[in-house]
């Protein structure tokens, strides 16, 4: 900190309070969809971008407000338990009432509450904050959170702060977004070009079900049904966080029991199987490579065992990557809060393909796409964690007195 700064505790620098949970029966009856009132907050309604949805149909009318706690303009609010604790913090631009799980600090004129506001995200306050958190589902006490402390220069000094970062976040939160929007153009393009690929398939190409185009002495099947705790040296078992869109990513991987997945041994991978995901995460398919043989998947991911004498695997994951086969799936999944596909509706998806030779061609000309597609991919996202990390940097110093 630098010289001529104090350190002050929260409690000491304004009021901290926590607002009031409302009953989800009396929510729903009560509060939802009014015309008038004061917009109610909880956690749920401010995003790790720090943007608070004031129009989430939850409404505290006049007659009701002196029973709630209520958040003026410019006051700073927090989570303070549960998984966004200490990660979701917002800033008002008008008069709340705000969920019990969410501490409100409404500072002294003495104290520039951008300033305060902007200390939140600084990597010394997330640490300050992370080292308090007790509990099963984490959680910091109003008294512990009281105590933690701010470094305050001079008002005016604090102003200047401010108006630095907030320049300079303008400026780093713009080249995010066009970095995000080419992030996500890139994926489309690559979509794109994919699609076009199979809808165009010419009349000579063959229309075949799934099932029919795997080995004889094996299904198309899903894995295993209850995982259960993680198991040091286990089997890696993949599960729909691992299969994604034309990709395996490994990052997270359950291990489960060598028995559990020896009584699953029809899914036991052999390599150059096709997965598929068909519960809850769906979209997700890619290719098993050499150095998963030996894996399992779990009950929410399919196995299609694809005979290569008749078509190529990579073949096979471009066409159910593409738009044609999600249409299909689309009209042929089941359930609401929780979707899938059923087994038999996996196996019955009507493949288009051509001879193997011109298969591979194919297959060839996509992987060409797929890695401009994936050095672009890493050059945006490198790109957003680079700035991610300069906003960090810039609090670090502004904190420290060195802008």
Avoid: H
Avoid at 36 to 43: Q, S
Avoid at 100 to 113: G, I, Q, R
Avoid at 359 to 386: F, H, P, S
């Amino acid at each position: 900190m630098k010289q001529g700064w104090d350190l002050k505790k929260i409690g000491e620098i304004g009021t901290v309070f926590n607002g009031n949970s409302i009953n989800a029966k009396v929510k729903k009856e009560k509060y939802t969809n009014l015309e008038e009132g004061l917009p109610y907050i909880a956690t749920k309604d401010i995003s790790y971008e720090s943007v608070i949805d004031y129009g989430n149909g939850i409404k505290i009318p006049d007659e009701d407000k002196s029973s709630f706690k209520i958040a003026s303009q410019n006051t700073i609010l927090i989570c303070a338990e549960g998984g966004s604790a200490g990660r979701k913090i917002g800033f008002t631009d008008q008069e709340v009432c705000f969920g019990n799980k969410l501490f409100a600090l409404s500072t002294t004129d003495k104290v520039n509450s951008r300033f305060v506001y902007y200390y939140y995200f600084s990597p010394q306050f997330q640490e300050d904050f992370a080292s308090q958190l007790t509990g099963i589902i984490g959680g910091v006490s109003m008294a512990k959170f009281k105590k933690l402390k701010v470094p305050l220069p001079s008002p005016p000094e604090q102003q200047r702060i401010v108006q630095i970062l907030e320049k300079a976040f303008v400026a780093i939160d713009k080249a995010k977004q066009n970095a995000e929007q080419n992030l996500s153009n890139t994926r489309e393009l690559f979509k794109s070009y994919l699609n076009e690929i199979f809808e165009n398939s010419n009349n000579t190409w063959q229309e075949r079900p799934l099932n029919e185009l795997c080995v004889k002495e094996r299904i198309i099947t899903y894995g295993v049904i209850k995982l259960g705790d993680n198991t040091i040296n286990g089997v890696p078992c993949l599960r729909t966080s691992n299969v994604r869109w034309l990709n395996i990513d490994i990052s997270g991987i359950k291990l489960i029991e060598q028995q559990l997945s020896s009584e699953y041994s029809r899914t036991i991978l052999k390599g150059a199987e096709v997965l598929v995901n068909v519960r809850g995460t769906l979209g997700g398919v890619a290719v098993v490579s050499d150095n998963m043989v030996g894996w399992n998947v779990s009950r929410e991911v399919a196995v299609v065992p694809i005979d290569k004498d008749i078509v190529d695997p990579f073949f096979i994951s471009f066409f159910i990557g593409s738009d044609l086969s999600q249409m299909w799936f689309n009209s042929v999944k089941k359930g609401a809060a929780y979707v899938g596909i059923n087994i038999e509706d996996l196996r019955r998806l009507p493949i288009y393909f051509p001879k193997i030779d011109a298969q591979r061609i194919i297959v060839e000309r996509i992987k060409d796409v797929q890695r401009k597609y994936y050095n672009a991919l890493n050059i945006y996202e490198r790109k957003i964690a680079n700035l991610q990390e300069l906003k960090k940097s810039i609090l670090q110093k502004a904190f420290e007195g060195e802008l």
